[in-house]
């Protein structure tokens, strides 16, 4: 775990700029719905450049602590939902970001009324990215694995990495709902947010292995939003990898089955009130092993 200096705490301290963003929000919850393939916008400077430039001091590396392995044929990446390991200022703004004065805010960004914020950050939290790691395409899970009848609307991912270059790669890319190409792509800029609709038909991901420096990882804070779904017909949805077009049949056929592997565990997860920590922790020990 490492020791960052933590920021200044003072009584006009405040984790996020509400007062630059508020009279925006009727502008910007129009470009929101009207951005396709399905509503979502990009916003830069997100954060006070002071606070966001702490968020990127205190950000552990990957040896500073223990991370979840989110390591398996559709992802190669690292997570961190135990909100208690937290460097002091981002978890500040993570507390922040699931406060609901931000809340209300995300649903007046997104026109969706009566968001419910997750303090337990499942699936979420701080995550990053080494050089060659990916994450295929997919449609997210759409009900939370520990709260009865919580329906995922939508996702906050925060990015945090100063002197991002194209050729680096790493965007985030955004599939119209059919998998058939690429609408859009969001490059992951230092203090760059992206918020987007969650839903079965929302693809997407960066799946073609980053370039990032050695050293340097594809560093971001994400948090997701949900409603309650009062619908007893409604289907939860896991986790939904897909292939890109193009991609061999053998490549494909690998990707169903992972798919198949983490529907199983988000059941299990569910039944056993299984966490990811838990689970990255294991997976963690055995990577240790290996080496």
């Given at each position: 775990m490492i020791c960052a200096q933590p920021l200044m705490q003072t009584t006009q301290t405040r984790f996020?700029?509400?007062?630059?963003?508020?009279?925006?929000?009727?502008?910007l919850n129009r470009t929101y719905q009207?951005?396709?393939?399905?509503?979502?916008?990009?916003?830069?400077?997100?954060?006070?450049?002071?606070m966001a430039q702490q968020l990127v001091a205190e950000f552990p590396k990957p040896g500073d602590m223990s991370w979840i392995h989110y390591k398996h044929f559709n992802e190669n990446k690292l997570g961190k939902s135990n909100r208690k390991?937290?460097?002091t200022t981002i978890g500040r703004v993570i507390d922040e970001f699931n406060s609901p004065e931000f809340t209300a805010f995300v649903s007046k960004l997104t026109g969706i009324p009566g968001l419910l914020a997750d303090p337990s950050l499942e699936g979420g939290g701080m995550h990053q990215t080494e050089r060659g790691g990916?994450?295929?395409?997919?449609?997210?899970?759409?009900?939370?694995?520990?709260?009865?009848?919580?329906?995922?609307?939508?996702?906050?991912i925060l990015y945090l990495n100063p002197g991002w270059e194209k050729s680096w790669g790493g965007e985030l890319e955004l599939w119209d709902r059919d998998m058939k190409h690429c609408v859009t792509k969001c490059p992951p800029i230092f203090n760059h947010?992206?918020?987007?609709?969650?839903?079965?038909l929302s693809f997407h991901g960066y799946p073609d292995p980053i370039k990032f420096p050695a050293g340097t990882t594809r560093r971001s804070l994400a948090?997701?939003?949900?409603?309650?779904?009062?619908?007893?017909?409604?289907?939860?949805?896991?986790t939904n990898y897909k292939a890109r077009p193009g991609e061999s049949k053998a490549h494909a056929a690998l990707i169903?089955?992972?798919?198949?592997?983490v529907h199983w565990y988000s059941i299990?997860?569910?039944r056993l009130g299984l966490s990811d920590d838990f689970a990255g922790k294991l997976l963690g020990m055995f990577s240790r092993k290996k080496k």
């Open positions: 996020f700029p509400y007062g630059r963003w508020d009279f925006q929000l009727a502008d009207q951005n396709k393939p399905y509503p979502h916008i990009s916003l830069e400077n997100f954060l006070d450049e002071d390991e937290f460097p990916f994450l295929n395409m997919h449609a997210d899970f759409t009900m939370h694995h520990h709260q009865k009848n919580w329906r995922r609307r939508v996702n906050l947010a992206v918020f987007f609709n969650t839903t079965e948090l997701y939003y949900y409603t309650l779904e009062n619908d007893p017909s409604y289907v939860a949805k896991s169903w089955l992972d798919k198949q592997a299990m997860k569910k």
